[in-house]
């Protein structure tokens, strides 16, 4: 069964960077393709990044575009997101998910997802 464990979370000031990693076990992961979403206190579950099986696809959500960077190394079944001039709006835990699909556009939305990890919180002070 696949597993998915992040890492790297923490707190920081404004402008500063933290790199987050996702760390997967499991027959199929290399094979899947892995977005991180994030979810804020008393907000929606929302779509960061995502990373193709083979590492030539991303995508990334319009509000991290230039700032976070998403990288996997299949050697090491781990995904990582960069994540530069962090902002107070960036505060959330972050999650990574495995997808089966195939298809980049389906990437964006929570249900394309089939594995869940437990998440890692990231904080942002001003």
């Known amino acids: 069964q696949e597993q998915l464990d992040e890492s790297g979370g923490g707190s920081v000031q404004a402008g500063g960077s933290l790199r987050l990693s996702c760390a997967a076990s499991?027959?199929?992961?290399?094979?899947?393709?892995i977005g991180w979403f994030r979810q804020a206190p008393g907000k929606e579950r929302e779509f960061v990044a995502a990373?193709?099986?083979?590492?030539?696809?991303?995508y990334y959500a319009d509000s991290v575009k230039g700032r976070f960077t998403i990288s996997r190394d299949n050697a090491k079944n781990t995904v990582y997101l960069q994540m530069n001039s962090l902002k107070p709006e960036d505060t959330a835990v972050y999650y990574c998910a495995a997808s089966m699909s195939q298809y980049g556009s389906r990437w964006y939305y929570r249900d394309a997802y089939q594995y869940w990890g437990q998440g890692t919180q990231v904080t942002v002070s001003s």
């Open positions: 990373i193709s099986w083979s590492g030539d696809k991303s």
């Open positions: 499991g027959r199929t992961v290399p094979t899947l393709a």
